[in-house]
Every structure is written in structure tokens, then in C-alpha cells.
């Protein structure tokens, strides 16, 4: 399986990259960002690009010998918070530049599986009182509409797990300082609690059950997640 991975520099992005890395079922990562990774494996190939979601026929891919018709799966772990910023700000970076990703690869491998992390809380009805909420159900909706297998993650409280650390010096303090109460909120709270490793291990686990699966619903929430990732309070 040859996957295409957004958003590898943040929380999320590396551990689904640490994932994709150890899984042998993954044969090769394309990570496409603004910014280098400082992670190196036989596997992985970086794209760094101003632009990290035009992937139109004149955003010079083929000059770099990238085929999008060759890749299986798109794990788009891209995303902002939606604090102090204005809806039609927050919906072109979330919604328009994720839609701007994902029709050239519907286009060109109908048979893809793209993974999308939304967020627990998601408003599918776009109707909401939280404007996050309905930016994220729109983006949903529409991702759902393309010709493409596309699944939807909405974890709640992600931990960072395996030595996958925030970007955001203030995130890294409150995980450390929470840490203790992860083990106990993942047990009786899975509705709310997921991991890094879960969502990295579920994400493959939808692409490599491949076009079609009946078994696998569209819209995953942390229960979900944590079932599909191997990491639910049963399992471990």
C-alpha cells in the first residue's frame, strides 16, 4: 500500500507516520508539507511544497515523478484551531484547501481511501451553534460526496503516545502534567479518549480492508477508533 500523508509535523501526522513507518503492509509514505520532517526511512519521501494541497496537473508533480493513480490511501491530518478566527477564514483553511487536496486525488484513483481527522462534536448538519463544528461537517459532507472512499475520524482528547510530542510548548506541559489520568480516562471514558497509535493503526486499517468494506461505517468516533487501532480497554 502506498500512502500520501498530510500534516506530518503535527501531534497527529507523526504518529500516523510512525505507524505507516512500522506497518509492513505499507510499502511507501509520500508526506507532502510546508515544512521538512526531521525524520528519515527507506519508506518515507518528503514533498515540500508553499502550497502543500495543490495537487492540479500545473502544481508540477509529474515533474517530480509523483503518479497520484499510484497511491492507495490519503491521510489528511492537516488542521488549525478555530480559536479567534473568523468563519470564512477558518472555512477556506479547513473546508476549501481540503477539498483543493482531495478532488485531484479523487480523480485520479477512484479507488483511493482517504482518511480525513475532523473532531469529536462535528456538526454533519452544517446548522450548529459552534462555527467549528459546522466548517467541519461541511468538509465532511463534501469529502463524503467525492468519488473515493472516504472516511471520516472525529477523535475527542488525543494522547500523544510512543514519544509523539505536541508542537505547542503549552500542549506538551498540560499532556505531561495529565498524563497519570490517560490510563483511567481510556477505560472508563472511550467515548471520549483515543491515542496517536489508535488513529494511526485505524487509519491503516481502513485502507487495507481496501474499497467497499461494509463492515467499516464512514463517520469514526474515539470508540471506533480505539477498536479499529487495536487499543481498546479489552485489548490491551
Known amino acids: 500500500m502506498n500512502v500520501i500523508l498530510f500534516g506530518a509535523t503535527g501531534m497527529i501526522g507523526r504518529g500516523v507516520l510512525r505507524e505507516c513507518l512500522r506497518d509492513d503492509s505499507v510499502e511507501s509514505v509520500l508526506a507532502i508539507g510546508r515544512t521538512p520532517l526531521t525524520v528519515t526511512h527507506p519508506k518515507l519521501r518528503e514533498l515540500v511544497r508553499a502550497d502543500p494541497t ?8 509529474s515533474d517530480a515523478g509523483i503518479d497520484l493513480a499510484s497511491y492507495d490511501a490519503c491521510f489528511f491530518c492537516l488542521g ?3 480559536f479567534r478566527m473568523k468563519e470564512d477564514e477558518y472555512r477556506r483553511i479547513t473546508h476549501d484547501l481540503t477539498l483543493e ?9 477512484p479507488r483511493l481511501t482517504f482518511a480525513y481527522v475532523s473532531g469529536e462534536g462535528t456538526d454533519s448538519t452544517e ?8 466548517v467541519k461537517g461541511r468538509t465532511e459532507n463534501d469529502l463524503l460526496k467525492l ?16 514519544g509523539v510530542p505536541s508542537k505547542t510548548p503549552l500542549y506538551r506541559a498540560a499532556y505531561a502534567v495529565t498524563a497519570p489520568l490517560f490510563p483511567v480516562l481510556r477505560r472508563f471514558a472511550p467515548d471520549l479518549v483515543t491515542t496517536t ?16 468494506d461494509a463492515g467499516t461505517q464512514r463517520i469514526l468516533r474515539p470508540r ?13
Open 54 to 61: 495543490d495537487l492540479s496537473d500545473s502544481s508540477g508533480l
Open 80 to 82: 488549525i484551531s478555530s
Open 101 to 109: 487536496a482531495a478532488r485531484p486525488l479523487a480523480a485520479a484513483n
Open 127 to 134: 446548522n450548529g451553534r459552534s462555527m467549528w463544528a459546522r
Open 147 to 162: 468519488d473515493f472512499e472516504a472516511y471520516m475520524f472525529r477523535p475527542g482528547i488525543v494522547q500523544p503516545d510512543r
Open 197 to 212: 497509535r489508535a488513529l494511526g493503526r485505524a487509519m491503516i486499517g481502513v485502507a487495507a480492508a481496501g474499497p467497499g
Open 224 to 236: 471506533d477508533i480505539n477498536r479499529l487501532g487495536g487499543d481498546a480497554p479489552d485489548q490491551r
